[in-house]
């Protein structure tokens, strides 16, 4: 079955403490990208990859990182994670090089992250 | 840069009655638009996309959606509700270049009522 997973699904965490929300795509997916969803906000991209090895910010990048060393995987890091990273968080996949508008984005199911 | 204004955070509507979600839309060049749903506890899924060929696009679940240039607007319409149809539904924007990324709105939660 075609999909985007995400772990783990659901995470409480306290401040500092790092974490990594993992992202896999088995549909072989040149773009992926990462989104944080707040009430009121939206979906806001926080970082993008158009292929192994080749990422970018988007709207709201401060205080994550992410990796693409393999075409299939973007794990999301958070190196020091505050309060104001509470949020639900989505990664997506795309299957162009020549970027989202052409083809559906597909979405993993979420992950959403606490930090007390 | 794109953006895309939903008009309406909360509609709620009857069983069978009309289901009629707002999209505007801003782009310095003819966009792409889309429209996607998420259901509770769900990623998003496309339930439609306009991309130039056609100006009136149908989607899944009995969806359509209409381009409208003068207006600039996306508005999602479905003739009659179903219990089903109860999800938060998100307009998105995309320019036409390489590096395009999608810019969402803020979402419309629709409710539907027996």
Known sequence: ?116 | AQSVTQLGSHVSVSEGALVLLRCNYSSSVPPYLFWYVQYPNQGLQLLLKYTSAATLVKGINGFEAEFKKSETSFHLTKPSAHMSDAAEYFCAVSGTGTASKLTFGTGTRLQVTL
């Not at chain 1, 403490?17 to 009430?39: A, F, G, I």
């Not at chain 1, 926080?46 to 910010?57: F, L, R």
């Not at chain 1, 090089?97 to 979420?110: H, I, R, S």
Request: charged share 20%; with cysteine.
């Open chain 1, 1 to 116: 079955e075609a999909q985007v997973t995400q772990n783990p699904r659901y995470l409480i965490t306290v401040t500092g403490k790092k974490l990594t929300v993992t992202c896999s795509q088995n549909m072989n997916h040149e773009y992926m990208s990462w989104y944080r969803q707040d009430p009121g906000l939206g979906l806001r991209q926080i970082y993008y990859s158009m292929n192994v090895e080749v990422t970018d910010k988007g709207d709201v990048p401060e205080g994550y990182k992410v990796s693409r060393k393999e075409k299939r995987n973007f794990p999301l890091i958070l190196e020091s994670p505050s309060p104001n990273q509470t949020s639900l968080y989505f990664c997506a996949s795309s299957n162009t090089l020549a970027g989202p508008a052409y083809n559906e984005q597909f979405f993993g199911p979420g992950t959403r992250l606490t930090v007390l």
